[in-house]
């Protein structure tokens, strides 16, 4: 966010969103597809140590670091993240979260006053399916495995760890933080309500699914051959799959 100058933005005339997902999920879900699936690297707990050791102050309290309007200095030293939270909770116009994802698409949708059909979507990237790697000037685009995650009883030590605490405290923090903000929103926008719009928005969603899933071409097939960007239905790399049929279903319902 410092990066892009997001802190410079105009507020009035912008909707600045982020995701979040349990910060030990996340680093489970990094090490597993980008050095497991894309690399080929072994899922041991020596390597699995090792990565997140030598590039901990890149991806220690990641999200913090991400989000944040400005350079945070002093963050290993730090004891009490509130103001820091704080900071970056108000920044933000919506958090999603990755875990409440449906309950956060509908939060969103009542906020913005939107149709279900401009909220559906598509799953990509699943465990055990292909995704696209490459495709860059140093690498031809292929399909590779992803390769579902699992934890070690030595994984689980580690994240027991004093060490695995303080690298994810910030991050864990923001987490509790998002997630008590999304049922406040939930509260003043009205619990019966949304409740209703949810499960109304899941059964639109699983018949959505069920129409577009044969229709939905991603880049790579269901046995990892490399379809390429002209012939599927994304947007753009793995995201808005199948949005024209999503879009179809839409109008035949009315939704």
Request: glycine share 6%; proline share 2%.
């Amino acid at each position: 966010a410092r990066i892009l100058g997001y802190g410079e933005r105009d507020k009035q005339r912008s909707f600045l969103i982020s995701l979040l997902r349990d910060p030990t999920k996340r680093a489970m879900s990094q090490f597993f597809h980008f050095r497991v699936s894309e690399e080929g690297w072994q899922p041991t707990d020596e390597q699995f140590q090792s990565y997140f050791r030598d590039n901990a102050r890149r991806l220690s309290n990641y999200y913090v670091r991400d989000l944040a309007m400005d350079y945070i200095y002093g963050l290993e030293e730090m004891q009490n993240y509130d103001s820091l939270v704080q900071d970056i909770i108000d920044e933000y116009d919506f958090i999603a979260i990755t875990e409440r994802m449906d309950e956060s698409i509908v939060v969103l949708k009542m906020l913005l006053d939107l149709n279900y059909g401009d909220v559906l979507y598509m799953s990509a990237k699943s465990a055990g399916s292909f995704t696209a790697a490459g495709g860059g000037p140093k690498q031809k685009a292929h399909c590779i495995y992803i390769v579902p995650s699992f934890t070690t009883p030595g994984m689980k030590e580690f994240f027991a760890s004093k060490e695995w605490k303080k690298y994810i405290a910030a991050d864990l923090a923001l987490y509790k933080a998002a997630n008590a903000s999304l049922d406040k929103t939930i509260d003043s926008l009205g619990r019966q309500e949304f409740e209703q719009q949810l499960a109304t928005f899941q059964r639109v969603k699983e018949q959505a699914q069920a129409k577009c899933m044969t229709r939905t071409i991603y880049r790579c097939d269901a046995t990892g051959r490399y379809v390429g960007p002209k012939n599927s239905t994304c947007l753009l790399w793995d995201v808005g799959c199948g949005h024209d049929c999503l879009g179809e279903f839409a109008q035949e319902m009315k939704i």
